[in-house]
């Protein structure tokens, strides 16, 4: 499963932002990658992320593959959308 998200936050995903998608992604029993600009990362790594140098406006990728990959991303986008971080985009 994978969905699209536009990110919102005027300082795009800095590192409190990342360090909140890391802890979110974590708990679950899935495999999940965070893709931006064709490049692929592991969502539960907080050097991935932050590797990524994602800024505001940017749209990004998620991908889940496991047995809670639909809590998953309730979960994500839930975060996403409390935090501001960003926002799903339709598919």
């Known amino acids: 499963m994978k969905k699209t998200y536009r990110i919102t936050d005027s300082a795009g995903v800095h590192a409190k932002l990342a360090v909140l998608l890391v802890v979110a992604a974590t708990p679950f029993e899935c495999?999940?990658?965070?893709?931006?600009?064709?490049?692929?990362v592991n969502l539960k790594s907080i050097k991935g992320?932050?590797?990524?140098?994602?800024?505001?406006?940017?749209?990004?990728?998620?991908?889940?593959?496991?047995?809670?990959?639909?809590?998953?991303?309730?979960?994500?986008?839930?975060?996403?959308?409390?935090?501001?971080?960003?926002?799903?985009?339709?598919a």
């Open 31 to 40: 495999e999940a990658s965070l893709i931006y600009h064709g490049k692929s």
């Open 49 to 90: 992320v932050l590797g990524q140098n994602i800024i505001h406006g940017d749209t990004i990728e998620i991908a889940a593959v496991g047995p809670e990959v639909e809590r998953f991303f309730q979960t994500i986008t839930e975060l996403m959308a409390s935090k501001k971080i960003g926002i799903e985009c339709e």
